[in-house]
């Protein structure tokens, strides 16, 4: 456990089943911001025995995780490690982080992420952790630079956030 302010007890642990209805909640408020997301609003509409299904499959793999982050007793954010089904590159996987936007800049993030990165080296199958980010999303970038991780491609305009604005997809990794 790590505390932000005198009044905020953050918890890092590992996501549960019944957890799904939590993470639904900060995933679709997160969406429905509409910022750094390639998913929008309108094409989101997973149910909470969908998110249980989507859980339930996450804890039975030994190459993914999912891990939570409560601010005293609420979940506020979530990092999920996903992996290939394909044996050449059963050694790599990407994660997906999302946290309530009042709980942003707090170091909550960066909690996560290291946890997923211990994880991840104690983990004798993972070898990379992959993640692509809007080139406009400059905090996250700073957030994953801190971490070790680099850039290794960039796809041009690979997200169209309107008729005329386009946003670059960079891709980073780190091994573990």
Known sequence: MSTIN???KIYIRTGRLDDAEA????QNSVISEGEYLITVTEEFNKTPAQQREWIKKLI???RETLIVAEANGELVGWIVFLCQNRLRLAHTGS???MILKNYRGMGIG???LKAL???AERNPLIEKVSLGVFSTNHRAISLYKSMGFVEEGRKI????????EYVDDILMYKWV
């Open 6 to 8: 005198s009044n905020t």
């Open 23 to 26: 993470v639904l909640a900060v």
């Open 60 to 62: 039975e793999n030994d």
């Open 95 to 97: 994660f997906g982080m």
């Open 110 to 112: 960066k909690m996560l």
């Open 117 to 119: 990165l211990e994880w």
């Open 157 to 164: 305009k690979e997200i169209k956030l309107n008729e005329n």
